[in-house]
C-alpha cells in the first residue's frame, strides 16, 4: 500500500450522501470529498439549492462530482423517500454524512415544548432512521480492508454545558454522539465504521446570529482557545481523513474541531 499524501486520501470511486449538503458544515464537507475524488449526492428541503450548490462545485474542475436534489429527514416519510431516491441514483454507498439539522434558541423561562420535538425529530430520529434505511447500501459497498463509513455531525456544545439558549439543540447533539458511539459499536462486525465531528464555530446559516458582521465574529473568535473561527479546510481535511485510509482503523470517535473549546477549562484549580 502506498504511503503517499495523494494515495492515503483519495476516494476516487467512492459514491457519498451528505444531508443538508448546500450549506455550512454540509458544503465544506461536499467540497472536500469532491476535491478528493468522489461521486457526492446532495440533499435538503431545498432541492434547488443543492442543485446551484452542485453546479458550483461542479465548475471548480475537481476529479470527484456533485449531484444536488431535495431530501427530506424529519420524517418517517421523508426518510422513506430519501433512501429510494438515493437508490435510484446509485447502488452503492459508500460514505453517508448525516448532516441535517435545526437549532432553536430561546430564554429560560421561555423555552417552548416543541422546540424539544422539532429538533429531536430531525437531529437524533432523522439521523438514525436514515442510517437504519441505508444500511443494506453500505453493507453492500464494504470490504474487510476498507469499511463503509458514516459520520455525524454533531457539535462542542453536545460535550460542553454552554447551551446559550439551545438547550434541545444542545441535548439533541450530545444524543448524536452517544448514538455514535452505539452505531460504532454495533456495526463494526458489518464492516462499517461511525464516526462523528463535533465542530465549534464555523460560518453557517444556524450560526448567523453570532457571526453576522465582522465585529461579532471576532468576538466570537476571541473565545475560542484557538482565537480563530473554523475555515472551510478544517472540516473538508476531516472529511478526508475519515473517509480515506486513515479512517479506516477508526469507529465511535467524536471528533473536535471547535479549536479547544472541547477541553477548555479558564483559571486554574488552586489559588496562585
Same mark, same amino acid.
Given at each position: ?18 444531508? /443538508?449538503?448546500?450549506?455550512?458544515? /454540509?458544503?465544506?464537507?461536499?467540497? !472536500? ?64 454524512? #448525516? ?23 430531525? #437531529? ?5 432512521q436514515?442510517?437504519?434505511a ?17 459520520? #455525524? ?11 446559550? /439558549?439551545?438547550?434541545s ?5 450530545a !444524543? ?19 464516526n ?10 444556524m ?39 486513515? /479512517?479506516?482503523?477508526?469507529?465511535g ?13 479558564g !483559571? ?5
Amino acid at each position: 500500500m502506498s504511503l503517499t499524501p495523494p494515495d492515503l486520501f483519495d476516494l476516487t470511486g467512492k459514491v457519498a450522501l451528505v444531508t /443538508g449538503g448546500a450549506t455550512g458544515i /454540509g458544503r465544506m464537507a461536499t467540497e !472536500g470529498l469532491a476535491a478528493a475524488g468522489a461521486r457526492v449526492l446532495i440533499a435538503s428541503r431545498k432541492a434547488d439549492a443543492c442543485e446551484a450548490v452542485a453546479t458550483e462545485i461542479n465548475a471548480l474542475g475537481y476529479p470527484g462530482s456533485v449531484e444536488g436534489f431535495g431530501g427530506d429527514v424529519a420524517s418517517q416519510a421523508g426518510v422513506d423517500a430519501l433512501a429510494t431516491e438515493v437508490g435510484g441514483r446509485t447502488d452503492k454507498l459508500h460514505i453517508l454524512m #448525516n448532516n441535517a439539522g435545526r437549532t432553536w434558541g430561546a430564554p429560560l423561562g421561555e423555552f417552548p415544548f416543541e422546540a424539544w420535538t422539532k429538533v429531536m425529530d430531525l #437531529n437524533n430520529a432523522g439521523m438514525f432512521q436514515l442510517t437504519q434505511a441505508l444500511l443494506p447500501m453500505l453493507e453492500a459497498s464494504t470490504s474487510f480492508d476498507d469499511p463503509a463509513r458514516v459520520v #455525524n455531525v454533531g457539535s462542542v456544545m453536545g460535550d460542553v454545558p454552554k447551551g446559550a /439558549g439551545a438547550y434541545s439543540y444542545s441535548v439533541s447533539k450530545a !444524543g448524536v454522539h452517544h448514538m455514535t458511539r452505539i452505531l460504532g459499536n454495533e456495526l463494526a462486525e458489518h464492516h462499517i465504521t461511525v464516526n462523528a465531528l463535533a465542530p465549534g464555530p464555523f460560518e453557517s446559516k444556524m450560526t448567523a446570529f453570532a457571526l453576522a458582521d465582522e465585529k461579532r465574529a471576532e468576538k466570537t473568535a476571541e473565545g475560542v482557545p484557538l482565537r480563530r473561527l473554523g475555515a472551510a479546510s478544517d472540516v473538508a481535511a476531516t472529511m478526508q481523513f475519515l473517509c480515506g485510509k486513515g /479512517g479506516s482503523y477508526v469507529t465511535g470517535a467524536i471528533i473536535p474541531i471547535s479549536g479547544g473549546i472541547n477541553c477548555h477549562a479558564g !483559571g486554574s484549580l488552586f489559588a496562585e
